[in-house]
């Protein structure tokens, strides 16, 4: 069993997807070739942005916008703690301050804990609040009725971090058309996904949108050897663009098929896990089906079990960002952020492939059940053993 099977998408659309890619090696126009812009072209239809612009990753699609932006080393970036860690690398890398908000239970930021963390920040007198970067973890959009009021009471700009939301709508609009500016990823495991590494950019800010074009291509001006700031080379391949265009017709049907098998595992593993939480006015494109182990039932446990069972799971995310080594000068102490600690030691998240066959579906759930049922009993017993 696989944890993402993409050879059965591949099988799926193997014919037109043969063709794009042979047009591609026809034509031979590799970088910036037509499939670039109609993707582009198709892309801010589906979010309903002004501009959108393709990038070589995800994590060049965050950077790319936050260059644009001229951080200082006094601007306080405030990022979920609960994420990969591409969402609070770019903000470092392009010069900000980073500053950890805790999860919910959604996994999500939250919003009470945004606002604390951004008056510790102003009380503090040391970082100026600058940016927010909300993460749509697993697909599920964040609660941005909440998260961009306190964003404008001060005067913060707003990252979406879409990179597993691609697909994802909050009250009917694409996750990318909410905040200053979206960033989504097209690695091979994401909602969408190409054959390789692939980002996006989406805002409606014009201004901001020519400058990130630059960037994108070495701070060009009116030419590529007229440079007028620096930048890197952040562009999608024009293959991936032709991979993404087949992809993206299949799009919505693979996140229907993903949504129907998470309501089934919502009914059949109730009684047994802490389940990932829905919301009426957000739909997940599920990038991953992430619930926890109960209390206190051991997780490692867990996990050998059920790769001794051959059923691929896979721990997103072991270690919040406050405790990452690469970010240990800012002092965090692992309860600082206690949600995020908890749901750290607790998640798990098992395959939900819109080609997840009925016997592995089955399969899936009854090792599941078995599982926690047998480490359920193994802590009475230790239980019983220490009274
Ligand atoms: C995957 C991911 C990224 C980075 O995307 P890449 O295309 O791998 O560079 C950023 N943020 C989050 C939340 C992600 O899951």
């Known amino acids: 069993m696989q944890f993402i ?75 979920s703690t609960f994420t990969y860690f591409a969402s ?38 040391k970082y100026r609040p600058r940016l927010v970067i909300a993460v749509d973890l697993f697909g599920l959009p964040c609660d941005y009725d909440r998260i961009l009021p306190i964003a404008e009471k001060y005067g913060l700009f707003v990252l979406t971090d879409s990179a597993q939301a691609f697909g994802s709508t909050y009250k009917g609009k694409s996750v990318c058309s909410y905040g200053n500016a979206s960033a989504t990823s097209f690695f091979p495991a994401k909602p969408l996904g190409c054959y390789g590494d692939g980002g996006a950019i989406f805002t409606d800010d014009d201004q901001l949108a020519e400058k990130i074009s630059s960037l994108r291509v070495h701070g060009k001006g009116k030419d590529k050897y007229d440079n007028v700031r620096l930048g890197i080379n ?52 599920l990038a991953q089906y992430t619930l926890m182990v109960k209390g206190n039932l051991s997780r490692d446990k867990l996990v050998e079990a059920m790769k001794a069972s051959g059923i691929p799971i896979m721990v997103y ?55 926690s049922q047998s480490l359920q009993e193994e802590v009475s017993h230790e239980h019983l053993d220490c009274q």
Request: proline share 5%; with cysteine.
């Open 5 to 79: 099977d993409l050879g059965r998408q591949y099988q799926r659309l193997k014919d037109p997807m043969d063709k794009a890619i042979q047009r591609v090696l026809n034509d031979h126009h590799y970088i910036m070739g037509p499939q670039v812009e109609e993707l582009e072209e198709k892309l801010k239809e589906k979010t309903g942005r002004r501009h959108c612009l393709t990038t070589s990753s995800g994590t060049s699609a965050l950077y790319l916008i936050l260059k644009a932006l001229d951080l200082q080393k006094e601007d306080a970036c405030f990022v």
């Open 88 to 125: 609070a690398e770019a903000p470092a890398l392009a010069g900000g301050h980073p500053v950890f908000v805790d999860s919910d239970r959604s996994y999500n930021m939250d919003p009470e804990d945004l606002e604390k963390q951004i008056r510790a920040v102003l009380k503090e007198g």
């Open 234 to 285: 952040g562009r999608l391949d024009t293959i991936q663009a032709a991979v993404l265009l087949v992809k993206l017709g299949i799009l919505d049907d693979e996140i229907e098929k993903r949504q129907v098998l998470a309501g089934r595992y919502q009914e059949a593993l109730a009684d047994d896990y802490d389940l990932p939480l829905f919301f009426d006015n957000r739909s997940s494109a």
């Open 317 to 371: 995310y072991p270690k919040p960002m406050h405790m990452q080594t690469a970010f240990q000068d800012l002092s965090y102490q692992p309860e600082d952020l206690p949600v995020s600690l908890d749901l750290s030691k607790r998640v798990f998240s098992i395959p939900i492939h819109p080609y997840l066959t009925e016997g592995e579906f089955q399969s899936i759930c009854q090792n599941l059940i078995t599982v």
